[in-house]
C-alpha cells in the first residue's frame, strides 16, 4: 500500500494467525478535524475521513436544518489541506447556533437541533422488498472500497430500486450519511421516495 489512496494511511503492523506472528505492511483509516464555517463564523468542528468534505459541509448543514437547498449557497470551498470547509449562503443573516449538543454517536456527534422537541413524520407512499433491499445491500458492501481495503470505516448509500444513486464513506456513520446528503445536494438528486442503508 502506497499511502496515496485518500482515506488510508500506510502502516506496518502484526498478523498472527494460530501460533504465527508475521509483519504485514497495510494501512489504516485516516481521520482529522474539518472546521466548517457559514459567512466567514465557525459553524462546527468535526472529525472526518478526509474525503467529500464539501459533500460533509453541505450535508451537514441540510441536515440540521441550516440550509433548505443548495440554491441558498453562494460558494463551498475546502482549503488547500482540507481542513476548512468555507461556506457562503447568498443571505447575511447567518449566525451560528450558540449551544450545539453532543451526541452518543461512535466518538460522539454533534447536532444543532434540540433532540427533546418533536418533529413532523416523514410522509411518503414509498415502498419497496426484501430482495430489492438485499440488492441494495450488495451495491453498499461494493461501494466501500476503503472498508474492504483496511476495514475500520463506514459506508452509506441513497438508492433506488435500481441502484446507486450516491455513496460515501467516514469514520463516523453520522458523517457518511451527511455527505450522502451532500452528495444529494450538489448533484440535484431528490432523495424523497428513494432509501438510504449504511453499515452498522
Not at 506496518?12 to 466567514?40: F, K, P
Not at 430489492?132 to 466501500?144: H, Y
Amino acid at each position: 500500500m502506497d499511502g496515496r489512496e485518500p482515506g488510508l494511511m500506510p502502516y506496518t503492523y502484526w498478523t498472527v494467525q494460530d501460533d504465527r506472528a508475521e509483519l504485514t505492511e497495510g494501512g489504516v483509516i485516516e481521520e482529522m478535524l474539518v472546521s466548517l464555517y457559514v459567512n466567514g463564523q465557525e459553524l462546527a468542528t468535526v472529525m472526518s475521513s478526509p474525503l467529500d468534505q464539501e459533500a460533509l459541509a453541505l450535508g451537514f448543514m441540510y441536515n440540521e436544518g441550516v440550509i433548505d437547498s443548495l440554491d441558498e449557497v453562494r460558494l463551498v470551498q475546502a482549503n488547500v489541506a482540507r481542513t476548512v470547509v468555507d461556506v457562503f449562503l447568498h443571505r447575511t443573516d447567518f449566525s451560528p447556533p450558540r449551544r450545539m449538543i453532543l451526541t452518543s454517536g461512535c466518538g460522539g456527534g454533534i447536532t444543532l437541533q434540540r433532540l427533546s422537541e418533536s418533529y413532523p413524520a416523514l410522509e411518503t407512499d414509498y415502498a419497496t422488498e426484501p430482495p430489492i433491499v438485499l440488492a441494495r445491500m450488495r451495491d453498499l458492501q461494493g461501494a466501500a472500497r476503503l472498508y474492504q481495503a483496511v476495514r475500520g470505516v463506514h459506508t452509506a448509500v441513497l438508492a433506488n430500486t435500481t441502484g446507486l444513486l450516491a455513496a460515501a464513506e467516514d469514520v463516523g456513520r453520522h458523517n457518511a450519511v451527511d455527505k450522502i446528503a451532500g452528495k444529494a445536494l450538489q448533484a440535484g438528486i431528490d432523495t424523497r421516495n428513494n432509501m438510504i442503508l449504511t453499515s452498522g
